[in-house]
C-alpha cells in the first residue's frame, strides 16, 4: 500500500492552482474538468510519478468549520517537505507569502507555517 493522492481543500481552485505553481513551484499533473470544478491535482518539480495534492473544492458543510478551527489554533492543514526551511522562508517571503510562524527549531527538524492564500495554514519542515 503507498500514498499517490492526498488532498487540500481550496475556496478557489484557480487561485490555488495559481499559488501552488507559480509561488510554491509544484507542477500541474492532472487538470480534467468535472462539471463546477476539476479533478487539478499538483507534484512536486521531477516528481512527475510523485505523490499528487489535490487541490479539492471546499465546498462541502464539514470543511469550512474544520478548517477554521485548524486555523484559529494554529494547526497546519498539512507538511510539505523542503531541503532547507530558512532559506524556502526567504524565498516565499520575497515572493509576498505571509508566514504566521517563523523558521523554528523543534526537535530534529526545522519547521515555519505560512498561509497559502486559499483558506489553509500549510507548515514546511526541513531535517536540522
Known amino acids: 500500500m503507498r500514498i499517490t493522492v492526498t488532498n487540500v481543500f ?3 481552485q484557480r487561485k490555488a492552482h495559481a ?3 507559480e509561488v510554491l513551484g509544484f507542477v500541474t499533473k492532472h487538470d480534467v474538468p468535472m462539471g463546477d470544478f476539476s479533478w487539478l491535482t499538483v507534484v512536486g518539480p521531477g516528481e ?3 505523490v499528487e495534492l489535490l487541490l479539492e473544492p471546499a465546498d462541502h ?5 474544520f478548517r477554521q478551527a485548524l486555523r484559529e489554533d494554529g494547526i497546519p492543514y498539512t507538511s510539505f ?3 532547507d526551511v530558512h532559506a524556502e522562508h526567504e524565498r516565499l517571503v520575497g515572493l509576498g507569502v505571509e508566514f504566521t510562524q517563523e523558521p523554528t527549531q ?5 519547521i515555519a507555517v505560512f498561509d497559502d492564500t486559499c483558506g ?5 519542515a526541513s531535517q536540522a
Open 81 to 83: 517537505g523542503v531541503d
Open 120 to 124: 489553509n495554514l500549510i507548515q514546511i
Open 19 to 21: 499559488f501552488y505553481t
Open 106 to 110: 523543534a526537535g530534529p527538524v526545522t
Open 48 to 50: 512527475q510519478d510523485g
Open 61 to 65: 458543510p464539514a470543511v469550512g468549520p
Open 10 to 12: 481550496v475556496d478557489d
